[in-house]
T-cell receptor, first 113, second 111 residues
Framework: NAGVTQTPKFQVLKTGQSMTLQCAQDMNHNSMYWYRQDPGMGLRLIYY???????DKGEVPNGYNVSRLNKREFSLRLESAAPSQTSVYFC????????????FGPGTRLLVL | LAKTTQPISMDSYEGQEVNITCSHNNIATNDYITWYQQFPSQGPRFIIQGYKTKVTNEVASLFIPADRKSSTLSLPRVSLSDTAVYYC????????????FGQGTTLQVKP
């Protein structure tokens, strides 16, 4: 039982490049989330998916797209990376509502040059 | 939009009780207040959750006054391994119901 896994662990991009961050959970959770964490800013919700087939914007969705591929997987895509998207990205999941205990992955460190 | 405020940092010594307060306005009336712990290079980990008054589990207590405009995480007899960043999480009271994490409190426990 791996919990929440994220790939890659670390990535360097040039401005304008695109990439997809992958997230998978094996706890049969319905809800999944993508956060970014910047120094002094805490965690900010980018997008979340309350259930398979649904996605909703969080606090900072601009510049990102998401796909809930199936119940297990929730990917985050940067179509044209910008230096302002340099951050640590965390994926999380919860059984149902977001107020329930969220289980976080280990994070992806992204550097955009 | 709901706003949360936590102290940026706190220092303590082993064996002491530590109380970290999070102020939050405009939070959803019927939703929980949740606290998470984060170690360097790891994702946050759930500590405790409550709706009102007091909740206690094996690692912490959570105090929530009746007006729910703040909450206090209490860590009894901290040890060096409690050195971490602590976040409160609330739900915005607007129709969007967005999740709002506090900016985090860095707790440094000294021997």
């Amino acid at each position: 039982n791996a919990g929440v896994t994220q790939t890659p662990k670390f990535q360097v991009l040039k401005t304008g490049q695109s990439m997809t961050l992958q997230c998978a959970q094996d706890m049969n959770h319905n809800s999944m989330y993508w956060y970014r964490q910047d120094p002094g800013m805490g965690l900010r919700l980018i997008y979340y998916s309350a259930s398979e087939g649904t996605t909703d914007k969080g606090e900072v969705p601009n510049g990102y797209n998401v796909s809930r591929l199936n119940k297990r997987e929730f990917s985050l895509r940067l179509e044209s990376a910008a230096p302002s998207q340099t951050s640590v990205y965390f994926c999380a999941s919860s059984e149902e509502a977001p107020q329930e205990t969220q289980y976080f992955g280990p994070g992806t460190r992204l550097l955009v040059l | 939009l709901a706003k949360t405020t936590q102290p940026i940092s706190m220092d303590s010594y082993e064996g002491q009780e530590v109380n970290i307060t999070c102020s939050h306005n405009n939070i959803a009336t019927n939703d929980y207040i949740t606290w998470y712990q984060q170690f360097p290079s790891q994702g946050p980990r759930f500590i405790i959750q409550g709706y009102k008054t007091k909740v206690t589990n094996e690692v912490a207590s959570l105090f929530i006054p009746a007006d729910r405009k703040s909450s206090t995480l209490s860590l009894p007899r901290v040890s060096l391994s409690d050195t971490a960043v602590y976040y409160c999480l609330v739900v915005d009271s607007s129709n969007t119901g967005k999740l709002i994490f506090g900016q985090g409190t860095t707790l440094q426990v000294k021997p």
